[in-house]
């Protein structure tokens, strides 16, 4: 069974930073965490892809929204990837959620994710 625990999140100012946090638990790990992504659903909106990194050569892919602003990143030895969120804005609002999946092609496509964290709330004021 594969658990994605995240951490981070909470309440930010405009233009202010946040850093998330997603381990992944498991004895089939090695398999499920080949590539990583977080999501996010604002209230009355559907879910989107926000980041995602493959976790043997560290390729990463962002949604225009939050490219150059938010940075995916993960470290191995602690089977964790962070998403650092800088510059934020009102509409980054959201639940946010990583996500993992044993395909080796980068996937901004939330089904293609067999395993979700429970999710953390980031809320940005203004």
């Known amino acids: 069974q594969i658990r994605l625990v995240e951490s981070g999140g909470g309440l930010a100012q405009v233009g202010g930073s946040l850093s998330l946090n997603c381990e992944v638990f498991?004895?089939?790990?090695?398999?499920?965490?080949?590539?990583v992504g977080w999501f996010r659903q604002a209230p009355g909106k559907e879910r989107e892809f926000v980041a995602a990194?493959?976790?043997?050569?560290?390729?990463?892919y962002y949604a225009d929204s939050v490219k150059g602003r938010f940075t995916i990143s993960r470290d191995n030895a602690k089977n964790t990837v962070y998403l650092q969120m800088n510059s934020l804005k009102p509409e980054d609002t959201a639940v946010y959620y990583c996500a993992a999946t044993s395909r080796t092609v980068l996937t901004i496509v939330g089904t293609m994710y067999a395993y979700w964290g429970q999710g953390t709330q980031v809320t940005v004021s203004s």
């Open positions: 990194i493959t976790w043997e050569r560290g390729t990463t």
């Open positions: 498991g004895r089939t790990f090695n398999r499920y965490r080949n590539t």
